[in-house]
């Protein structure tokens, strides 16, 4: 059985920093693709950046030259870098991970959510 776990949310004042973590355990063989997503109240869950497994990244408009997405693919663990939060920011961020066994059979699975919250 595979899991996703993040960490790092908590609250913080605009301008400041945290850091993600999403941990990825259990039966894997291989990842290709993570990502960081988000979901505010009333709102759709959106895409805040992606990361291959050879490390080519992609970012939300919102977000560009503030985060930062990267991964340790020894560790099977990706991380969002968020510097300049704004109250915008606030929202539940999503772990999500294409993840394939022995049989190469692949599987995209989601963490449970941490969650961010940007004070003015």
């Known amino acids: 059985q595979v899991q996703l776990v993040e960490s790092g949310g908590g609250l913080v004042q605009s301008g400041g920093s945290l850091r993600l973590s999403c941990a990825a355990s259990g039966s894997i063989f291989s990842i290709n693709d993570m990502g960081w997503y988000r979901q505010a109240p009333g709102n759709q869950r959106e895409l805040v950046a992606g990361?291959?497994?050879?490390?080519?990244?992609n970012y939300a408009d919102s977000v560009k030259g503030r985060f930062t997405i990267s991964r340790d693919n020894a560790e099977n663990t990706a991380y969002l870098q968020m510097n300049s939060l704004k109250p915008e920011d606030t929202a539940v961020y999503y772990c999500?991970?294409?993840?394939?066994?022995?049989?190469?059979?692949?599987?995209?699975?989601w963490g449970r959510g941490t969650q961010v919250t940007v004070s003015s």
């Open positions: 990361i291959t497994r050879g490390g080519s990244t």
């Open positions: 999500n991970a294409l993840i394939g066994d022995e049989h190469y059979y692949f599987i995209r699975y």
